[in-house]
């Protein structure tokens, strides 16, 4: 069983030879090198070949985004960043994602040595994860997006519509009565979508979310995020959706045209009051490992949703959410999984699509439009009911 090859690129001395440990005690990987800026990184990465490096991203003398962004234009490969919990650091960090990164860590901010020894697992098992991972290159365009940054939003606000074949729907089949917008809107608000992900999960939630349409149902969402990401995360994405985008809050009502994420570090359930779906956000154990957890949301989903819930689990690695989807989908609710080849780790959807728990298996690209699709043609059997 060869051994995963690890570089380690850090400004710090202390967090070089922490990791270095770290990664020598795990018997599948070694620390083959540890370079303190990105030039050494460079040639380190060229002679020794690694399988996976990890980058801080935030260091003095460098950049790290700019420094990933080559990296992943050049020789794209695994890249796990070790990012500080700070405002900063988390959007450095959601750069990075969307630059093409596999997975974070965050580190603490004070007492480094014993938080990255607490950190041990988690950091192992991401280096683990992304030494199997698919890389997707970054798309060359938003890349020169990036750097202008005001072009970035009126791109995704303008091309999106046509892009991703929203408006088909107003060339509807003849057979098939007309579904008005108010017949939809009524749709909306009873329908809710639901959506599971991890590993890669950031930006393939945001290739879904961008493309919904501004009346589309609300949309529910645990992503495998730490403490004070996801804030930054939700207004990064309600900057480039349709949609609004926020984190979710406890008690909340939970509304069509709105996406709700799971806070970090806590787990997001929904229950219905009244006529109204409202969030519960609540502290608990780690479920599978995680909190917030997919398993906790699809839970309840299937509990007070049930038929009227569409489903869609993307990629991420281990099994969290597939017993709860396959509940969903027994109570009547539509499921949909990611396909292998745009997950980044198929292990998620895999477990999903092993429990019996999905309708549907779809590339990433297809998933908005077919999931509006969907609706579409639910609302026109339910009008041809009437």
Known sequence: MA????????DSALVRSLLAEIINRQPDME????????????????????????????????????????????????????STLTERGADVTLKALELGAIDFVAKPKIGVADGLRQLSNDITDKIRVASKARIHRPPPAPASMMSTGAHA????????????????????????????????????????????????GTEATKE?????????????????MPPGFTRNYAARLDGLCKIRVKEAE??????????????????????????????????????????????????????CVGPNAIAIMLTGMGADGATAMREMRDAGAYCVAQDEATCVVFGMPREAIAAGAINEVLPLPKIASHIMDHLRSTAGSMLSRV
């Open 153 to 200: 939003v009126p791109t995704a606000h303008g091309a999106a519509p046509g892009a991703h074949g929203h408006h088909h729907h107003h060339a509807p089949a003849p057979a098939a009565p007309r579904v008005t917008l108010a017949s939809l809107g009524r749709l909306s608000t009873e329908k809710i979508f639901f959506i599971g992900a991890s590993t890669g």
């Open 31 to 82: 620390c083959i090198g540890a370079a303190a800026d990105p030039l050494a990184a460079r040639e380190m990465i060229r002679n020794l070949n690694p399988d996976v490096i990890t980058l801080d991203v935030e260091m003095p003398k460098m950049d790290g985004i700019d420094f990933l962004s080559k990296l992943m234009r050049l020789r794209p490969m695994p890249v796990v960043m070790v």
């Open 250 to 303: 406890d008690g909340e009502r939970i509304l069509p045209g709105h996406a709700y994420i799971a806070p970090g570090g806590l787990h997001l359930s929904v229950e219905k009051s009244g006529a109204n779906y409202v969030a519960r956000v609540r502290d608990g154990d780690p479920v599978n490992r995680h909190k917030p957890s997919v398993e906790v949301l699809f839970k309840s989903a299937a509990a």
């Open 208 to 224: 879904v979310l961008t493309a919904l349409p501004a009346d589309c149902p609300a949309v529910v969402i645990t992503q495998h």
């Open 3 to 10: 051994k995963t090859k690890v570089v380690v690129v850090d």
